[in-house]
């Protein structure tokens, strides 16, 4: 499996997972552009990408910001002409019991997961119809499917996104473009480190160790791959095992 010569963007490049992608594509080949509301925690990434041996790009985009995203994917588009795979990673949390949640904490995690990939979706659509090529990755979260306690905002926007990518499948499968999503399980990372130990039991996976960042940019390879391309619509788990038992 190779991304030799592909021109990839990473939404939420500047850590975590969204990194881990940025550096497995590198690896794997891609030219990459990382894109972050944290400029600096994506140039850092991009020179990672260069030590790689690839080119790479910074970005500046709030996800949450229409002219925000249009404006760096505009950029994106013309580094190196053209943009093959999309990856909508970026996404926050905000724990809260759901008879406790303020309207303005739903607001604010539905405007980055859903708004968000939402729009890096539509913006990567008209970047890649005229291409008649393209893949777009979702990382949504098991939460989508098995809810998660204390987070409705959060599994309610990560549900949304696979309803978003199973109506882009169909939209653009005629342009020869994928969308799927990465249901991932509990992955230590900046975002989860305040969580509730409870979630991170090991008794509720099947596989003994922690999941890792990389765990979900190898399966986001794949999906990017000339070997996925009869893979659309799709939510691809990579829990360890969780999924076997949540929802
Ligand atoms: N860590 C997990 O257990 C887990 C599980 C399932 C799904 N996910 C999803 O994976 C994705 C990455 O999560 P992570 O754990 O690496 O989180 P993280 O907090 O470590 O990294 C998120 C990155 O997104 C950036 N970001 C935040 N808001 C943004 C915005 N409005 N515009 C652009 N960039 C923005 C941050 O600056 C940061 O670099 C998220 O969508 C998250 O919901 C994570």
Redesign the pocket.
């Known amino acids: 499996m190779t991304l030799q010569n592909k021109v990839a963007l990473v939404?939420?490049g500047?850590?975590?997972?969204?990194r881990a992608i940025c550096l497995v594509f590198a690896a794997k080949g891609a030219d990459v552009i990382a894109a972050?509301?944290?400029l600096a925690?994506a140039q850092g990434v991009a020179g990672e990408v260069e030590a790689l041996g690839r080119r790479s790009l910074a970005l500046t985009?709030?996800?949450?910001d229409e002219a925000s995203v249009n404006q760096a994917a505009g950029e994106a588009a013309a580094w190196q002409g053209r943009i093959d795979i999309w990856v909508n990673?970026?996404?926050?949390g905000s724990r809260a019991m759901l008879h406790e949640m303020s309207a303005e904490q739903w607001d604010k995690v539905l405007s980055?997961?859903l708004r968000?990939a939402f729009l890096g979706t539509r913006a990567a659509a008209r970047i890649m119809m005229p291409q008649n090529s393209g893949r777009i990755i979702n990382?949504s979260?098991?939460a989508g499917k098995g809810g998660s306690y204390g987070h409705c905002s959060y599994s309610s926007s990560k549900a949304g996104m696979i309803g978003l990518t199973k109506s882009t499948a169909r939209e653009l499968g005629k342009y020869n473009i994928t969308a799927n999503a990465i249901l991932?399980?509990?992955?230590p990372?900046?975002?989860?480190k305040n969580l509730d130990a409870s979630i991170t039991t090991p008794e509720q996976r099947v596989l003994p160790r922690a999941g890792r960042?990389e765990d979900v940019a190898y399966a986001a390879a794949y999906l990017a791959s000339d070997e996925a391309e009869w893979v659309t619509g799709i939510g691809l788990e990579v829990t360890g095992g969780t999924g076997m038992f949540a929802g």
């Open positions: 939404t939420g500047g850590r975590g997972i969204g972050d509301l944290d925690a985009m709030n996800v949450a990673n970026a996404g926050v980055v997961n968000g990382i979260s098991r991932p399980g509990f992955i990372t900046e975002l989860t960042p």
